[in-house]
Structures are given as C-alpha cells and as structure tokens.
C-alpha cells in the first residue's frame, strides 16, 4: 500500500491551517505573558481562541470533503526547521482526513470543555487565567501532534501535551497527591517519550527521513527486524501517552487534577494520541513484516481493557473508576488498531464516540463534586438523581452509550470492535474476541456500581460531613457547565450511529479500505451476544448495589479478587519491583562507586600532582648557576638526542 | 666576540647575491620596521634634548604614532603583497604571508604594552623608577617612590625591542636573525630592572634575564657557527638544500640545530629552558611582563616556526622525535609547578611555559594547518595575557601590587566587575569554549592530530585539564573565599590601562566567537622559501 505518492500542496482554505496552532498558541502566550492584568478576561479570551479554531476546523473540514477522495491528503509546508546535513526537517502540515477528524474532536470537546470550566473554575477566580493559559497551551501542542507532517513535529507536539499534562495535574500544586501524580505522569510518560523517540532515531538511521510521505514510501524496503522494532517502540511510546499495559499507572493518579482536565486531557484526546499514533503510522503496521508487532499491539490492547475494568470493579472514587474505565477504553482502541486494515476505522470510531461520552462522564462526575464540596467517595453519594436531574440524565445517557447499548454510540463501536476481533480467525480471534466480550460485561457491571450508588439509592450523605467540616446541599450547577454536558450527550447518543456508516470511507485516503472479514460468528450473533453479556453484567450489579444499605466505608474483609483489583492488581508494586527498587540500587551502587572510586582517584591523582608539585618547585632555587646548569642539561640531552636519532 | 668576527668574517666571503635577485630592493615592503626603528632612534633624541615634564608627554604620543604608522604601512602594503612572498635587503630579510601575521600581531599587542606602560593612573608617575641610578633600599630611593616621574627611555626600549622582534620574524639568514635577537633581548633585560617598587627583586632579574639570556645567545650563535660549517652558507633556504641533498657529516648539522634551536626555545621560555620565566615575569615591572609575556613569545615563535619550516623541513623525521620530547616536558612542567605556585604573576608564568609546550606542538606539525594554527594561537594567547596582567597590575596595597594569592581570596565581593573580566581571562587561558584560547588549542592540536601526533594531542589535553585547575583554583578562591581583613584595593584604572585591558578581553571575545577572519588571514600564505 503505498499512500505517499498522492499528498498534494495545500492551498486556499487548507492553506490558512497554521491558525489552527497559532491561535491557542497566542491565547497561552497572552495569558502567561499578560499576568494579572488578564484576570478579568483571561477566561473568555481563553474560549475564544479555542472556539475560532474548532469554526476554522470545521471550514477546513468542508473544504476537505469538497476535493475528490484522492486529493484529500494535502501537505501544508510552512518552513524549514532543523536543516541539519542529511537530517532535513521541514515543519509542515499533514491535512487529511484522519487529521481533520482529530482536529474537530480536540477543538470541538476542547472548546465545550472551555465554557465548562469557566463555571467550574468559579471558586478560583484567583488562578483562573493561568489555567486557561494551560488549556490552551494543550490545545496548541495537541492540534501540533496531530497536524505535524513528520515524527519530530508530532514529536514536539508529544513533549508539548506532556507538559501541559503535567502542569495540569498538579495544579492543585499546594496538595501532597497532586504534586506526586504530575510527577508520576510526567516520569511514567518519559518512558514512552523514549521509546518513541527511539523508533524516530531509527527511522532516521535506516530511512534517512523523519517525513510522513518519505517515511511510509521507503518503510517497505527495510529489514523485517526494522520495521518490527520501530512498531514495538512506537508502540512503547503510545503505552506510555495512552496508558497502556504497563504503564498505565499514572492515568488514574491524574484524576488529581481538575475534572475539566480530566475529561479533556485525560479522557478525551490526550491520552488517545496512541491510539493517533499507531492509525497514523498504518501504512508500517499494515505491511506483512509487521505482523508480529501487530500482534504485540493487540495483545496490550487486551490485557489493557482486561485489566482496566477488573480495577475498576472495586474502586470507590468517582472520578478513578472512570480513569480505569478510560484505560480499559482505550484498550479497546488499540486493540482495534492492532487489528490491521480491518480495525484502524474502528479503533478511530470508537475513539470518537469515546471521547463524546466519557467526555460527558466525566463532566457529570465534576458536577456532582462540585455541587457536593467535591466529595469523589462514591459510598458517601447516593440518591442524588432528584437533586441533579440534568447531570442525572446526561450522565445516564452518557453510561448507557458505554456500556453499549442498543443504537446508543458505544453499541456500533464496541460492537464492531469486538466482531473484528472474532473475524481475525482461529484461537486468536477467539481469545481477543473471547476478552473484548468478557471487558464489556466487566464495563456494563462496573458502570452500573457506579450509577447506582450516586445517583440512585439512598442519600447516604445526609448524616454525614465533608472532610472540612461542611454539611452537603447538592444543588444542580449552572448553565456554563450544564450546557456543555448536554451537547455531550446528544453526541454519545447520536455519534455512533451517524458516523459507523461514513466514517471508515471517509478516512480511507488515510488508513486505508476498511477490510471487513466474516468471522465464525454473525454480524447479528455478534450483537445480541454482547448486549446479552453487558445486560448480564448489569443486572449482577443491580442484584448486588441495588437492593439493601449499602455501607458509608468500605468493607476491609473481601476476597483476594476485589483485593488484587483494588491495589490496582498491583500494578505499582509490579513498577516498584521492576524498575524503582532496581534503580535505587543501582543509583547507591553508583554512588559508592563514585565516593570510594571515582573521587579517591581523582582526590590520589591530584595529591599526587601537588606532591610532585611541591618537589619539583625546590629545583627552582632562584640561584642563576643552578639556572644555567639546567640549561646545559636540557641542550645537552637535546642534542644528544637528536645525534642518537640519526645515528642510532 | 671573536666567535661573532669569524662568522661575519666567513658571511662576507659570501660570494654576491645569487641570480633570484634581479629586481630592485623594494623598500615598501619594510617601511612598518623602518618607521618602528627610526622613531626609536627620534625617541632616543627627544630624550636627550626634552626638558624632563615634556618628555612624558611627547613620547607617550611618538610611541602610539609609530605603532599606528606602522601598522599603517603594514595595511597599505598588504593590498598588494605578493603571496609568495618578497625578499628585501640583498636576501637579508623575507616579507611572506605569516611574516605579515607576525608583524601585524606584535603591532597590535604592542600598543596594547605601551598603553600599560604609559599608564600613570594606577600607580602614580608610572610604573617605572623615576631614576634608575638611586641605589635601592636608601633613602632617596623611598623618595623616588614618592615622585610622579619616571625613566621615559623606558619608551626607546620598547621601541627597539618591538623594532628587533621584527626584524627577528622575517629574517632570511641566521645572522640577520641573531642580531635581530640581540636588538630585541637588550632592551628587555634593561627594561626588566626598571621596577618604580621592589627594585632589589626587578634588577635580581634583570640580571638573571640577562645572565642566562647571554648564555642562551652563546648556544645560538654557535649553533649558526656549526650550520655554517655544515653548509657553507647561513641563509636558512642553503642550509635547507644543503640538508636536501650532500653526503656531508650530519653531526655538525644535528649539534647545530640543536644549539640553535636551545637557544630559540630560551626565548620562547619552552621548558627546560625556561628556568628565568618565573623570577624574570614576577620581579620585571607588570607591564614590561605584559610586553614580555605577550611579544617575545610571539617572535621567539615566529623564529622557531621559520627555522623549523625552512631550515629544517627535510631533516623532520630525526628531529621530530625529539622535540616531542621537549613539548611534553614543557607542559608537564608548565602544568605541574602552576599547581603550587602562590604569586599570580609566577603562575601566569608557568602558565606561559605549559602554553609554549602547546605551541611548539603547533609548530613542530610542518603542515600549512600547523602554520596557521600556530599563528592564530600566538594572537590569541598574546591578547589575553596582555589582559590579564593589565588586571593583575590593578590589585594594590599600600606597598604596592598585591600579587600574592591569598590577597586575592573573596575579590569578586570587592570588584566584582575586575573579578569577572579576570575569570574570563583565566578560562580563556584554560582554553574553555566562547573564549579566543578554546579555538587557538583546537587548531593547533586539531593540525597536530592530523600530521599524525595523536598520542602528543593527549598528553596536552591532559595537561591542559591539569592546567586548568589552577586557574580555577584562582577563580574559586575570588568568588568563594571570605575577603581578608586588611586586603588589597582594586584601583580605578586610568583611560590607558582600560583601553589596553579592554583590548585583550574584547580580542579574546571575538576570536573566541568569530574566529574565522582571523583564521582566514594566518593561513593566507606559507614561508617563503628564497
């Protein structure tokens, strides 16, 4: 498959594309530059260059359907970057389909997002402007991650979300928690960052090129040992951004920042650039060398959604049971990918509709925290649905999109996930398809724990009071925020449905024919089993949360299973066996090396130069006659020598 | 002497000038040393004839003139020199490309010298005894101290000197270039006892510089005294040819070489050789150090480079081995005895032996690369230690120039300005990055790791992080150190000693940043060979 040959010049409406970058771009700068003199307005500014981007998408995006199918792949050269000898970056744009689709996702929930946090930020008037001024720091690298035309542009816009990430989970930088889980993105994230960056450093080496056009061209011709090991490490890098197996710790700790963050970054496009990644870099995973990396693909993808929704099974934060829930997602999503010609559409397309509902999630999550002095302890909610009918609806509409139900939008994704998986044939397909279907029983199980015990049920938070000491009095939020989560969820419903029929034609110039196979199962088979599992996993739920108190703590004594899964099947220990504990002791080892080695031969050497220092000086008596003899020695070994050469 | 009449007795049996020499002498290639030695000779009037308060004045203005007029003649001559190079003077002397460089290096620094020299800013009336014949240690020697004048010959000597180094780069002949040597040694070891303070220290090396200077003389003029025997002629192209192609004893080529080489080695203070270097720096008044410092070592390296490249070109590969050798023991001692020293004009000292160690390995690469980077080092090396002693003559105490380290601890607090431009001068030496020493060393040692000297290049950079450590043993004790009670003050120098200080570290900076011009010029031509 050769896709390079037909990236066209951009010109007219495309031709304008930098705006995309330049406006949250400028919008950051204003706010970070412009200090408090922007409080005031630094909020709507912040909005307003968000919104102008995602209008500018969705010109672009029409200007894209106006060319004909082949000429939907525009390159936008906008200057040269790192003229080096042979390394010859250009900064450009890569404007087509599968890009454009990103753009108006990122500017589109970026922008709801946006007026979202103008309500939920309210308390912070203070600091409000810096946190639009991260925002839209993200939006800008993240609209660059997906628009750059080479791996080092999307490089740069990697590192760029990475920092926004970062910034923004610890914005409650005066917390312990927070502190340590921007630390522990930021580092878990590094592991990643180099994997990719290796695979780039490959492609450098062995292709001489870093552009997407060059790249893809020449991909075939290399060794079947190249192309698998720059797969496994762009793979390594999307683990590390999307928080997959096994670097998926860090996505659950970054609920410590704010929930507008956590539905934008950390449920809606950042930690979807893997799933970017590896559907941008198709034409390498589609080749026949590349099997075996595909395979390792598919096989993270479901040990990911495995995992991701057995931890969240026995959570009891709101807002982690959602992180996992967006890991096991993801998982999804990558599993897809992994699929080959037959899944990087719907890996796509469940990550749109992803990102539409979890979105939703997410901000109802933040609704009710804000409306409950930002109590996330699920056990202490309950019975809230009378209280936040809004939030209740969308939020409701929001799961069963989810958890898939019939003609909601996680139905004609996940579904089709999961038929794809089972068509890829033999005991491989029924393990994926085996795991894909058993995650969406897990999820309908978990999803409905969750609405249960905080919208349904008892008000369990009548008697109780926050940890500083306030009583709760629930109360619906305003329109800033309610709006924006109903816009949601009119997409969670809606977006499956209108994009599974002209998504994978639409991005066919990107990633290629959708190849749709017949597994052993059909179609319809396919349906009504998982809707059958996911109404199974419900109804358990609604058997074991539903009926009778449910208690204000949580139940020390449980079995290994619920153990396991709430020590995050012990991820963390597995990190801290593996990498940390080794670290230290190789950080000590080295620095007893340096104590006793390194800086004993240093501190020997220089005793050792003052010592023959301090001897040789006595030879400079100040005495003229011993001068003039050392002269005479000096000349007459000189000539000796120099006799002794010629004549030796 | 009766060495000296028998060699010019046998150069004049010389038969005339041979055939290469058709056209008419050229003068205009020759007019900055004759305008460099005629002022000298206009200075030496105005000294006899002046009234005492005029002379300052008038000769401070001559000395600037003469560099500038030079420098001037230099430049008009250098549009339209030929590359190749010219013979002057019946043969006697060679006008070539890096003899240009040469010139125009000495000019520069120079003027640099002289501006120290004529400062009497810092110390009043100068730095210069104002009566040479006052006995030290007596009384009126404590009211000399006190005057404002001083021995203005000081400025004739300069000039003779500068007038003798060049005369030294471009000579044709080994005679021409022992007189040359002698033109520029003598005013030296005079100027050296000049000291206005610490006389008994100054005239000690004065006589020390003159004592060993004479003995290093003996080795050079008998070295020419063996060539001559070797080849019959003391032109270095003859004796070049005569090593080329003959079946005559090699010894009396080898020990003369050897001698005359000692003898240029002396001068360029390369160790073993170099024993006079600290006392000689340490006792000679601080701006005649900078002269020192900065000009002898470019002429003594000028020599060198032209013995080496014409003389001995095709004797190389015997005589190479050996000058490894001195290189070697030249930075190990330079780098070595910095460590312990505790006066920061002997450290500059021992710092100028690890650097001609440096230099020699510069020169002893025959390649046109060798040349350049050779040449480029001595510019750069030559600004920045004119500098540096321009700083060091600014920390005083009551008796006079404070140079031992301890008065130096916790400076930076006092001057912080003077303690920057210092540790920028230091890194420079230490041949760190941005600064004019970091290009100077990669050339040259880039030049010798490319005629096959790898192992030589090492044992430098070894020395060179050695070095390092006492310059930045000076740079920690300024910055870090508590400052001593009853230390020394930093005087405000006066508009000369800031224009030449100013001079160094800006030459430093630039060739530092934006070497390639300077690079350009030094490897524009080769010796010429006449």
Known sequence: ?648 | MSVISSVLLLAQEQPAAPPTQVEAPSVTAIWPILIVLGAACVSVLLEALLPRHLRWSSQVVLSLLTIAGAGLALVIYLKDAPVKGEVVLNGTLVVDRPGLFLWGTLLALSLGAVLLIADRSVEPGGAFVASAAIRPGTIQDRAQVASTGMQTEVFPLTLFALGGMMTFCVANDLLTMFVALEVLSLPLYLMCGLARRRRLLSQEAAVKYFLLGAFASAFFLYGVALLYGYSGSVRMSDIASAAAGSDRSDTLLFAGMGLLVVGLLFKASVGPFHTWTPDVYQGAPTPVTAFMGACTKVAAFGGILRVLQVAFQSTQWEWRGVLWGVAIVSMVIGAVLGLTQTDVKRMIAYSSVAHAGFLLIGAIALTQKGLSGTLFYLLTYGFTTLAAFGVISLVRDSSGEATHLSQWAGLAKRSPLLAGVFTFLLLALAGIPLTSGFVGKFVVFEAALSDGMGPLVVIALIASAVAAFFYLRVIVLMYFSEPAADGPTVTVPGAFTTAAITLGVLVTLLLGVAPAFALDWAGSGAFAIQ
């Open chain 1, 1 to 648: 498959m050769n896709l390079a040959a037909e990236v066209h010049q951009a010109s007219g409406v495309a031709g304008a594309a930098w705006l995309l970058l330049v406006l949250p771009a400028a919008g950051a700068a204003v706010l970070l530059l412009g200090g408090r003199r922007t409080d005031k307005w630094g909020h709507l500014l912040g909005s307003a260059t968000v919104i102008a981007a995602f209008v500018y998408g969705v010109l672009l995006f029409f200007d894209t359907t106006g060319q004909g199918t082949e000429d939907r792949l525009r390159d936008l050269h906008l200057f040269d970057w790192i003229p080096v000898n042979a390394l010859d970056v250009e900064f450009g744009l890569r404007l087509d389909p599968l890009s454009v689709t990103f753009v108006l996702l990122i500017t589109g929930v970026g922008s709801l997002i946006h007026i979202y946090s103008i309500g939920y930020m309210s308390h912070e008037l203070r600091d409000r402007r810096r946190f639009f001024a991260y925002l839209n720091l993200f939006v800008a690298a993240m609209l660059l991650l997906v628009l750059g035309n080479s791996f080092v542009t999307l490089y740069f816009g990697w590192e760029g979300v990475g920092l926004a990430s970062y910034l923004l989970i610890g914005w409650y930088q005066g917390k312990d928690f927070a502190a340590t889980a921007a630390k522990k993105a930021f580092l878990m994230n590094r592991v990643g960052d180099v994997g990719l960056a290796l695979a780039i450093f490959l492609m450098f080496k062995n292709i001489g090129s870093t552009q997407y056009d060059v790249v893809f061209d020449k991909i075939g011709q290399q060794s079947t040992g190249v192309i698998v090991a720059i797969g496994v490490l762009l793979l390594l890098g999307a683990c590390g951004k999307s928080g997959q197996f096994p670097l998926q710790a860090w996505l659950p700790d970054a609920m410590a920042g704010p929930t507008p963050v956590s539905a934008l970054i950390h449920a809606a496009t950042m930690v979807t650039a893997g799933v970017y990644l590896i559907a941008r870099s198709s034409p390498l995973y589609s080749l026949a060398q590349a099997g075996d990396a595909r395979l390792v693909v598919m096989i993270i993808g479901a040990i990911t959604l495995l995992l991701g929704c057995i931890i969240g099974c026995a959570y009891d934060d709101f807002k982690k049971v959602l992180a996992y829930s967006t890991v096991s997602q993801i998982g999804y999503m990558i599993l897809a990918v992994g699929l080959g010609p037959a899944g990087y559409a719907l890996g796509i397309l469940h990550l749109l509709t992803h990102g539409f509902f979890k979105a939703g999630l997410f901000l109802g999550a933040g609704s009710v925290m804000h409306g409950m002095n930002d109590e996330g302890d699920i056990r202490r909610l309950g019975g809230l649905a009378r209280k936040m009918p809004i939030t209740f609806i969308t939020w409701t509409l929001g799961y069963l999109a989810l958890i898939g139900f019939p003609f909601l939008s996680g139905y004609f994704s996940k579904d089709a996930i999961i038929e794809a998986a089972l068509a890829e044939g033999g005991t491989r397909g029924w393990i994926f398809g085996g795991i894909a279907l058993l995650g969406a029983g897990l999820t309908a199980f978990y999803m409905t724990r969750l609405l249960i015990l905080v919208f349904l049920g008892k008000p369990r938070w009548e008697n109780l009071k926050s940890a500083d000491g306030r009583s709760y009095h629930p109360h619906e939020s305003g329109p800033t925020m309610t709006i924006p989560m109903i816009i949601l969820a009119v997409g969670s419903v809606a977006a499956g449905g209108v994009l599974s029929g002209m998504l994978p034609e639409w991005l066919e110039p990107a990633v290629g024919k959708l190849q749709e196979e017949h597994g052993p199962l059909s179609a319809t088979v396919v349906s009504v089993l998982t809707v059958v599992i996911s109404a199974l996993g419900a109804g358990i739920a609604f058997l074991l949360f539903g009926r009778g108190e449910q208690p204000v703590t949580r139940p020390q004594r449980v079995s290994f299973p619920v153990r396991a899964a709430r020590a995050d099947l012990y991820g963390n220990h597995l990190n801290e066996a593996l990498i940390s504990r080794p670290g230290v002791w190789l950080t000590r080892f080295l620095v007893f090396v340096d104590n006793r080695g390194v800086d004993g031969l240093v501190n020997g050497i220089a005793a050792g130069l003052g010592g023959s220092s301090g001897r040789l000086r006595r030879l400079q008596t100040g005495f003229v006659r011993s001068y003039a003899l050392s002269m005479l020695g000096g000349s007459i070994l000189v000539i000796a020598a120099l006799l002794m050469v010629r004549f030796a």
